[in-house]
């Protein structure tokens, strides 16, 4: 069975553009998480989402943003982009919303603005 | 609000020797679960070792186990006949039972493992 996977897998971009990270998850899972990763701040809760539905929110900013297909497949994006937004952008699948379910990650996106 | 915290950025370990890798966290939950993680220099992060609070007997993988004390909230990972491939970053992640945060792992700042041959 096929991991996760993410697309683009590095990605440069300036200050004030946006940008679109895609995640597929495992087959048949239906929960996706995102996380970044930093140096400085480690690993941070973006969001969830399940079933297309958010059901969860970290404490990031308006200017980010997710969504999720009915594939399972899941988006999410950035706006005006800062500096501070260069990260390993990391999404990770579960079967379902519960707790117990091991989530998998993909390899991530590396991101940095210019 | 929850927090894990690792204060051991960095080890080394001989290679076949056993090292332990030190988490604690704050929570005021009764029921939650806790995770080791590993991510290799390649950057895919992987599950290791999972254990569920509700449960007194510590969790074992193989050459992994955690020495879990929930009154203390702690939970270290011991590595025993530590391998080259071992070396990676490790991160201590615990996430509440149930509520409306199932998906949201909460992460520590991660312990950088080195195995040395």
């Known amino acids: 069975k096929a991991g996760v996977t993410q697309t683009p897998r590095y990605l440069i971009k300036t200050r004030g553009q946006q940008v679109t990270l895609s995640c597929s998850p495992i087959?048949?899972?239906?929960?996706v998480s995102w996380y970044q990763q930093t140096p400085g701040q480690g690993l941070q809760f973006l969001f969830e989402?399940?079933?297309?539905?958010?059901?969860n929110k970290g404490n990031f900013p308006g200017r980010f943003s997710g969504r999720q297909f009915s594939n399972s497949r899941s988006e999410m994006n950035v706006s005006t982009l800062e500096l501070g937004d260069s990260a390993l952008y990391l999404c990770?699948?579960?079967?379902?919303?519960?707790?117990?379910?091991?989530?998998?990650f993909g390899p991530g996106t590396r991101l940095t603005v210019l | 609000a929850q927090t894990v915290t690792q204060s051991q950025p960095e080890m080394s370990v001989q290679e076949a020797e056993t090292v332990t890798l030190s988490c604690t966290y704050d929570?005021?939950?009764?029921?939650?679960?806790l995770f080791w993680y590993k991510q290799p220099p390649s950057r895919q992060m992987i599950l290791v070792i999972r254990q569920e609070a509700y449960k007194q007997q510590n969790a074992t993988e193989n050459r992994f186990s955690v020495n879990f004390q929930k009154a203390a909230k702690s939970f270290s990972l011991k590595i025993s006949d530590s391998q080259l491939g071992d070396t990676a970053m490790y991160f201590c992640?615990?996430?509440?039972?149930?509520?409306?945060?199932?998906?949201?792992?909460?992460f520590g700042k991660g312990t950088k493992l080195s195995v040395k041959p």
């Open positions: 929570t005021s939950e009764s029921n939650y679960y």
């Open positions: 990770a699948s579960s079967l379902s919303a519960s707790s117990y379910n091991e989530q998998f």
């Open positions: 992640a615990f996430m509440r039972a149930y509520g409306g945060s199932q998906g949201n792992l909460i």
């Open positions: 989402y399940f079933s297309e539905t958010q059901r």
């Open positions: 087959s048949g899972h239906r929960s």
